[in-house]
């Protein structure tokens, strides 16, 4: 008598199995670099609120949409070029020098 996993594609068996601790840990590093990610885009929105109202700023609607705008772009150049991930292997070749 065949089991009911010799019935089932690689695909199912795969969709059934519970995830491994690995797994999990990977889930939660990817949703923690998703939020440090777009947490500066928060901060920015907040504070924008808080300078817009700010009378010394002055500042219109269009002046805060090419801030926020900005904000946005500058995150995502920097993702495409990698520029924190240089930062960070320049930091750590410096520091194999050291110790």
Known sequence: MPS?????T??????LAPL???QKSLICMVIMASILEF???FLVGFVITLVMKDPQWSL????SGFILAGAGLGTV??????????INMV???HLSHVF
């Open 77 to 86: 150049i920097g993702r495409l070029f990698g520029v924190g991930s240089r």
């Open 60 to 63: 219109n609607a269009i002046q």
């Open 91 to 93: 930091e750590k070749n």
């Open 10 to 15: 690689s695909i199912q068996q795969l969709d």
């Open 39 to 41: 947490f500066d885009l």
């Open 20 to 22: 491994t601790k690995n």
């Open 4 to 8: 009911a996993k010799a019935d089932m």
